[in-house]
């Protein structure tokens, strides 16, 4: 009969009061973990998206835009850029490696990229089965975009311009399936890969004339470059000589990732927030349950008294009731944080949008029962002195 | 078993609740303490329970004077050592009956020892709802398990505030013989204060205390 079954024994004893602190508590902690995990899975998903990827280079626009159509294809393209600037942009001794994205049509939902196997190799990405493209019209699925369209090795389709259903079809070019790549976690599994030919081919028909070929060819474009540095020292002079001295605008992933992250994050503060006010709220509701303790049980603390507890102890009573309910309700609020944010993850993959893995379980969720455990500590710290101080004598002489 | 010497007693800056000059119990002998209602029974009992702390004077319980040990260590030596038993005979009450008597072992610092505390409620004939809770219980069976908890960890001293006051005749003698019973069995000294006539005949040495008025022991 621990000073832990005590208190356990009297949270039993009434468990409505016991039940109302636990949600309250849980609440507060799984709207804060909430955020945290959702920030957290997000962060990372992006991150890994933006690996390697030094500098993003496009038409001029938005920055931002540029990064979520470059590198997360969340949003439209900012327009397309020549192909003969991309051409002298990767001679560049500053630049390592420069890897094309042609960004126009879309499958059910899914993009279709123009590009080289670079992009592949830039996320890892292997084969599950077959062949990486040889020739033009030959399509390589991210594992999503397979496992979601039901396309295998020797599928045909069409994509459609832009990136709306039943947009404009190309219905005369029809692209089949030669490969279908692992699983990534990365942007990678949400993508038709196509190489760069075949987007040019898509828009421009079947060109034989060769001299009509030769003008075309004078005019093509691309979308996005993914630019790999050669020294960090670009990082200091490129993307400002891009942008002052070409029709083209730079954009660095980290900054603009960063600063799209800090306008997310107002509403995750103030979601956040709330969930700080609901712990407030919790702490102030087990207080009042344990001020009332005290008066309810001023008897029964004269009594373990008697039987030769020390005040310490009849506070660590009051503080372990407490801390228990603060255990309680920070466990459950976990539990509901990565419920709510399961909830989330599955309405952002009917999007088609970042991946979130609501159930990753990070040691450093622990630190949630901190906020739970400190609002409980809190509440019964003033019970717990009081109840150390109570006059024990006074107690027994008013009853007898 | 209890020696109180120059004993005087007052609230901070007030009058003299108590005032005694020399009390002896002898191991194994009982006292009624007595007096009008105020004259500072239950302040005597828990002085003598280290409750309180006499304003001068010395109380010397099984050899050890309650004054020259910290407050950590009366309270340790009154879980060990003296058991109280209250006028309501109050159980904590979300806890069951043998639980009762093994919060004491545990606060006591002593051994949980469930085999030893059902041999102690089996003592006081209560044995068999050592699983119920108090409000399952009668009063009667409620203050057996009392007694049983004030006397599990083996105590030489027993005290009784007002166990009988509010009892009729018939539950007033059952207690009293509970009492009597339990400390002969187990060797125990007994100390009640009352102001309840019915018991004298049972415990013949009284300590009388007058009101507010000094006193040489009985």
């Given at each position: 009969m621990t000073l832990l079954q005590l208190a356990w024994s009297y949270l039993r004893a009434r468990p409505l009061g016991t039940l109302l602190n636990v949600i309250l508590l849980a609440l507060g902690v799984g709207t804060i973990g909430f955020v945290l995990i959702v920030n957290d899975q997000i962060g990372e998903s992006l991150s890994r998206d933006a690996k390697g990827i030094d500098l993003v280079v496009g038409a001029k626009g938005s920055a931002?835009?540029?990064?979520?159509?470059?590198?997360?294809?969340?949003?439209?393209?900012?327009?397309?850029?020549?192909?003969?600037?991309?051409?002298?942009?990767?001679?560049?001794?500053?630049?390592?490696?420069?890897?094309?994205?042609?960004?126009?049509?879309?499958?059910?939902?899914?993009?279709?990229?123009?590009?080289?196997?670079?992009?592949?190799?830039?996320?890892?990405?292997?084969?599950?089965?077959?062949?990486?493209?040889?020739?033009?019209?030959?399509?390589v699925l991210g594992s999503t975009v397979a496992a979601r369209t039901g396309l295998g090795l020797g599928s045909r389709f069409v994509g459609s311009h832009g990136l709306a259903e039943g947009g404009p079809v190309h219905g005369d070019s029809v692209y089949s399936v030669v490969g279908i790549l692992k699983p990534t976690g990365t942007v990678l599994d949400r993508l038709v890969l196509v190489n760069t030919e075949s987007v040019w081919y898509v828009h421009e028909g079947n060109v034989t004339d060769p001299e009509e070929l030769k003008v075309i060819a004078e005019d093509r474009q691309v979308t996005v470059l993914l630019v790999q540095y050669a020294?960090?020292?670009?990082?200091?002079?490129?993307?400002?000589?891009?942008?002052?001295?070409?029709?083209?605008?730079?954009?660095?992933?980290?900054?603009?990732?960063?600063?799209?992250?800090?306008?997310?994050?107002?509403?995750?503060?103030?979601?956040?927030?709330?969930?700080?006010?609901?712990?407030?709220?919790?702490?102030?509701?087990?207080?009042?349950?344990?001020?009332?303790?005290?008066?309810?049980?001023?008897?029964?603390?004269?009594?373990?008294?008697?039987?030769?507890?020390?005040?310490?102890?009849?506070?660590?009573?009051?503080?372990?009731?407490?801390?228990?309910?603060?255990?309680?309700?920070?466990v459950m609020g976990l539990g509901l944080a990565h419920g709510l944010a399961a909830v989330l993850?599955?309405?952002?993959?009917?999007?088609?949008?970042?991946?979130?893995?609501?159930?990753a379980f990070s040691v450093k969720e622990l630190w949630l029962l901190v906020p739970s455990l400190l609002a409980a500590g809190l509440a019964a710290l003033l019970p717990s002195l009081r109840a150390a101080q109570a006059n024990i004598s006074a107690t027994l002489a008013r009853r007898a | 078993?209890?020696?109180?010497?120059?004993?005087?007693?007052?609230?901070?800056?007030?009058?003299?609740?108590?005032?005694?000059?020399?009390?002896?119990?002898?191991?194994?002998?009982?006292?009624?303490?007595?007096g009008p209602s105020g004259c500072g029974k239950t302040t005597l009992l828990h002085l003598i329970a280290g409750l309180l702390l006499p304003s001068s004077g010395s109380i010397?319980?099984?050899g050890q004077d309650l004054s020259a040990?910290?407050?950590?260590?009366?309270?340790?030596?009154?879980?060990?050592?003296?058991?109280?038993?209250?006028?309501?005979?109050?159980?904590?009450?979300?806890?069951?009956?043998?639980?009762?008597?093994?919060?004491?072992?545990?606060?006591?610092?002593?051994?949980?020892?469930?085999?030893?505390?059902?041999?102690?409620?089996?003592?006081?004939?209560?044995?068999?709802?050592?699983?119920?809770?108090?409000?399952?219980?009668?009063?009667?069976?409620?203050?057996?398990?009392?007694?049983?908890?004030?006397?599990?960890?083996?105590?030489?001293?027993l005290l009784a505030?007002?166990?009988?006051?509010?009892?009729?005749?018939?539950?007033?003698?059952?207690?009293?013989?509970?009492?009597?019973s339990a400390i002969r069995q187990h060797g125990v000294s007994l100390v009640v204060a009352t102001h309840d006539s019915r018991i004298k005949s049972r415990i013949p040495r009284e300590l009388a205390l007058p009101r507010h008025a000094p006193l040489e022991a009985a």
């Open positions: 931002i835009q540029l990064i979520l159509t470059g590198i997360f294809h969340l949003d439209v393209p900012t327009g397309n850029i020549p192909l003969k600037s991309a051409q002298e942009l990767a001679k560049n001794p500053l630049i390592r490696r420069v890897i094309p994205l042609s960004i126009a049509d879309s499958f059910r939902g899914f993009w279709i990229i123009g590009t080289n196997p670079d992009y592949i190799d830039l996320y890892h990405g292997e084969l599950a089965t077959g062949h990486v493209w040889n020739d033009r019209m030959q399509a020294t960090p020292l670009a990082a200091v002079s490129l993307p400002r000589k891009i942008n002052s001295e070409t029709n083209m605008q730079a954009a660095s992933p980290a900054y603009e990732t960063a600063r799209l992250f800090r306008m997310i994050g107002v509403g995750a503060d103030v979601i956040r927030a709330f969930g700080g006010v609901v712990l407030a709220t919790a702490a102030l509701s087990l207080f009042i349950a344990l001020y009332h303790a005290l008066n309810e049980r001023a008897y029964d603390i004269a009594v373990l008294r008697t039987l030769g507890a020390r005040p310490a102890a009849i506070a660590m009573m009051l503080m372990l009731e407490a801390l228990i309910l603060a255990v309680l309700g920070g993850a599955w309405w952002m993959a009917k999007q088609e949008s970042v991946p979130i893995d609501a159930w | 078993m209890i020696r109180i010497e120059q004993l005087r007693f007052a609230y901070d800056g007030g009058p003299d609740v108590l005032r005694l000059g020399l009390f002896v119990l002898e191991p194994q002998s009982n006292v009624l303490v007595v010397v319980v099984d040990i910290s407050a950590r260590e009366r309270d340790r030596f009154r879980g060990r050592h003296i058991g109280i038993v209250l006028q309501q005979f109050h159980l904590l009450p979300t806890l069951t009956a043998i639980q009762n008597l093994l919060v004491a072992q545990s606060i006591a610092g002593l051994p949980v020892d469930r085999a030893a505390a059902i041999a102690m409620l089996s003592s006081l004939g209560v044995d068999e709802r050592v699983d119920a809770y108090p409000h399952e219980l009668s009063v009667g069976q409620q203050q057996r398990v009392a007694i049983a908890r004030a006397l599990v960890n083996r105590p030489k001293l505030d007002e166990p009988t006051s509010n009892l009729d005749d018939e539950a007033c003698a059952a207690v009293a013989d509970l009492l009597l």
